[in-house]
């Protein structure tokens, strides 16, 4: 008996049946996907969470959240002793309580070189500026990757690659490093971010400094008159000054969960943020956000003055790749005004939301939805607003 084979059509209909199924099941297992790296996210900033405590326990206090104020006539090179031209902040801190030792030795072995020789890393070595305020960007294991610090959700984590590497000279030989290359970049670039509280972080102002006639410049001091900054930047620190924000986080904070009045469980102290590639081609976008090794103006912290992936774009000096999107929406703005402030916002790639660290270690997703008011209360350590995140 001879065997009948399929026809065409048949073979049409089960090809059609096939992709009609794949259609079907692509979407079930790409929600399972971003489950899976949502839930890795919020597991990445409890072990944040953990090691915020842990830090608090040892020292008394939590982290500063950015050492460098920015407006300072310092000298000196210590952050572990609160210079304010150190480029440090709270990812330095914590690196011992989250199994990164040999990366927290590094940083203090650059410093006691910086301090002992004076070697430069940058082009102007005569000029302490240039040569203390991105301390870190120099230390062995700067442009290391470290997983809990990286969202699976963001194709853009774990950067480490800097367009227009100017900051080439390594430690400890002093000697350029080929461009673009991890080594003379600005160092590992992170998702998750401490909250300074519910307003910009500073306002910049376009003035004269250190001899030269052009560039943007940060006054961290929210809401004050910029002057004070400006001659805070000449060697007299303006009052504040990039203290005093309204948040757990900020320069030169040494908060603790006490001082948090509000509730830590009413609290943000963590949440996340997208990294943005530089533009390497043309004159260059070089995007600071989530730079953990030379924090200028607030690149590892946040605000919550506007709600989680907010349309309105978070404002930067020339540390901003602005022609970068997320879901279609312009991420970052550059400055160019005097009085424009300086601001991140929470974002992410989850769906309808980001997940939050509150001051009691629970991490929880705040929806884009929520209540702004509600939002921007969640971002104040002793602002007295009623309720929290429901």
Sequence with gaps: ???????????????????????????????????????????????????????????????????????????????????????????????PFQEQQGIYDSMLGYVAYQMNTGAPYNVAPTNWKHRVNAIMTGATGHHTAV??????????????????????????????????????????????????????????????????????????????????????????????????LRGVFFAKSRVRVTDVTDGASNTLFGSEGVVAPDVFTGAGANDGRGRYFNMFDGNALFSTAERPNTTVPDQSVNFCNDEFTVRGRVTCQKATTNGSPGVYYARSYHHGGVNGLFGDGAVRFVPDSVNPVVYRGLGTRAGGEPGGLE
């Design 1 to 95: 008996m001879s065997r009948r084979a399929f026809t065409l059509i048949e073979l049409l209909v089960v090809v059609a049946i096939i992709a009609v199924l794949v259609g079907l099941l692509l979407p079930a297992v790409q929600k399972v996907r971003e489950a899976a790296a949502r839930a890795k996210c919020a597991n990445n900033l409890k072990q944040l969470g953990i090691a915020l405590h842990n830090f608090e326990t040892a020292r008394g206090h939590l982290p500063m959240g950015q050492v460098n104020e920015f407006c300072s006539g310092s000298r000196t090179v210590d952050f572990m002793t609160g210079d304010e031209w150190s480029r440090a902040g709270w990812y330095q801190y914590l690196l």
């Design 147 to 244: 997983p809990t610090y990286a969202c699976p959700s963001d194709p853009n984590a774990r950067k480490n690659r800097t367009h227009g590497a100017g900051w080439a000279y390594a430690w400890p030989t002093a000697v350029p490093r080929p461009d673009f290359s991890p080594e003379s970049g600005q160092g590992f670039h992170g998702n998750y971010l401490l909250c300074h509280g519910d307003g910009v972080f500073g306002r910049y102002e376009y003035q004269t400094y250190m001899g030269t006639t052009n560039g943007w410049y940060k006054c961290m001091n929210s809401g004050q008159n910029t002057t004070t900054c400006r001659d805070g930047c000449a060697g007299t620190p303006g009052p504040d000054c990039g203290r005093n």
